[in-house]
Structure formats: C-alpha cells, structure tokens
C-alpha cells in the first residue's frame, strides 16, 4: 500500500521521532558517554595539564634553609636592559624602580637581619671614582654588598677601589676590563673569597650583543650572620 498526502507526513515524523529516542537512548547519559568512547576510541582519562615548577623567592628553583637570605642578581644587557637585584622576594634594584644607572649597581644590606640599608648608582665610565671610593671605606663588619654591572663597570676603576671589592671577597675585580659583565655578592670582613661572583669578558669574537657580552644571571641562599659581640 502507497502512502500519499498526510499521511505520509505523520509517517516521516514517526519515523524521525523514533529514530532521535534510539540515539537518545544509546549515546545520552552516562550510558551513552562510554558507548560514544567505544566508537570514537576516546576509552582514556582526559591527561591533566602539566603542573608548572613551582617557584621561591626571587625566582628560586628551591627554597633557601632557615636563616639565609634569597637573592637574583641580573647584569645589565648592553647599555638597553638595566640591572636588578632582588632580596627575599623584593626587587632591590631594577628599571622599573627607577633606581639603575650605567656602571656599578649597589645595594647594601645587613648581613645580621637581611634589613635594606642603601641603593646607589656609580657611573664607573665618566663619572668620579671618589663617590664610590666613599661609599666602600666606611662598610660596617657584615654587611653584605651585591653588584650589578651595567654598561661599562671597569674604565673608571682604580688600584683602591678594585682593593676594596677585594676586601670584600672579590677575584674577578682585578681583572674587570672596559664593556665585562659582572655580577658580585661580597661582605664587610669576610674570611674567604666569595663564593657568588661570575664575570663575563667582552670580547668580539664572542659577544651576544654588538660590543657587549651577555647578560649574567647569579642566585643563591647567603646565610646570615650571627649577632655581632659588644
């Protein structure tokens, strides 16, 4: 029998209603969650996102020990990049402080309480070698000192202020040349050398930048220091 008119119509409408409960029933649900993975070959876990490393103070990979201070030390790049120095999670010196100048970036701290007690600025290319000269001879014992180069830290050094970054533990001071990268951390009255120091010579052969080698990166934990008697 032929079906013509009308009641066609009500047949293809049956037909397209029962049709959408089968698929309801075989791929709605919870059900039909595991029957669409069966067809599609999704049959695994959604792969959480990879957690990101966590990071400590200042950047840090791993957090310091009780009673020592975290620091990054960054040297400027070229004469475009300012320096920065962070202690203990806060930025010390940096571009956006407004604080960094071409030459040598100091910040003092107290080596017995990790206090901020100074931030100063050496232009070490044309500037005058006594500021920085009066700057260093009056260090109490434990203070530490952290250095960022910017620029050019050498052209203006002279035997006395490259002695008294010795005094604080520096080697690389004395061969600090005009355009080197130099990142330093020393202290008033230190016994040794310092252990946080790197330096990178400016040499054409090698540079990263058109007349300036690259940027140095430095951080670590220092320990603080044991009140001072009397």
């Known amino acids: 029998m032929r079906l013509t008119g009308p009641l066609r119509a009500v047949a293809v409408l049956l037909l397209v209603g029962l049709t959408w409960l089968l698929a309801n029933t075989l791929f709605g649900g919870e059900s039909g969650s595991s029957v669409r993975h069966f067809f599609s070959g999704e049959n695994k876990e959604p792969t959480p996102a990879e957690p990101r490393p966590r990071k400590f103070k200042c950047g840090l990979s791993a957090p ?20 920065k120095i962070c202690l203990e999670d806060k930025m010390l010196v940096s571009s956006v402080k407004n604080n960094v100048g071409r030459g040598l970036n100091i910040a003092l701290v107290n080596g017995v309480t990790g206090e901020l007690l100074d931030t100063k600025t050496f232009d070490t290319w044309a500037g005058d070698i006594s500021e920085l000269l009066k700057f260093l001879r009056p260090l109490h014992e434990g203070t530490l000192v952290f250095v960022a180069s910017f620029d050019d830290a050498a052209t203006k050094l002279n035997d006395e202020s490259r002695r008294l970054f ?65």
């Open 64 to 83: 310091c020990p009780p009673k020592h201070l975290a620091f990054r030390l960054v040297s400027g790049a070229a004469n475009v990049i300012g320096p």
């Open 166 to 230: 010795e005094e604080l533990g520096s080697t690389a001071v004395k061969e600090l040349a005009f355009r080197d990268s130099w990142v330093f951390v020393g202290a008033k009255g230190i016994e040794n050398k310092s252990p946080f120091e790197q330096r990178m010579k400016n040499s054409k052969s090698s540079n990263k930048y058109e007349g300036w080698p690259e940027s140095l990166e430095m951080d670590g934990c220092i320990p603080l220091r044991p009140p001072l008697e009397g």
